[in-house]
């Protein structure tokens, strides 16, 4: 069973840091490429940040990029986002997800239907 356990939202206001974390139990973490989406109140889910399974590439959505930065640490199953001058539009809660079924070393993914399992989600809220 994959155990997916979000960490570090918070009420912030516009500018500042906040740190997301993801714990992954399970499976072989080192196999699996990771991603971070979001869901604001009456919208999609959408695509925020991908890594690959060796942490040594990534992809970000265009709202984010140069604000926010994923890595992981795969001695401890753990995958980050770090969100910097957060904005109001960036309040959503926020979801890290991990793809089993199989990818190479190099790939990145962004669609919803690419991963496999899904964390609980952590609230970040941005105040202006």
């Known amino acids: 069973q994959v155990h997916l356990v979000e960490s570090g939202g918070g009420l912030v206001q516009a500018g500042a840091s906040l740190r997301l974390s993801c714990v992954a139990s399970?499976?072989?973490?080192?196999?699996?490429?990771m991603g971070w989406f979001r869901q604001a109140p009456g919208k999609e889910r959408e695509f925020v940040a991908s890594i690959s399974r060796n942490g040594g590439y990534t992809h970000y959505a265009d709202s984010v990029k140069g604000r926010f930065a994923i890595s992981r640490d795969n001695a401890k199953n753990t995958v980050a986002l770090q969100m910097n001058s957060l904005k109001p539009e960036d309040t959503a809660v926020y979801y890290c997800?991990?793809?089993?079924?199989?990818?190479?070393?190099?790939?990145?993914?962004?669609?919803?239907?690419?991963?496999?399992?899904w964390g609980q989600g952590t609230q970040v809220t941005v105040s202006s």
């Open positions: 399970g499976r072989t973490f080192s196999m699996d490429p």
């Open positions: 997800a991990t793809r089993s079924r199989g990818s190479d070393y190099s790939s990145t993914y962004y669609g919803l239907r690419d991963y496999d399992y």
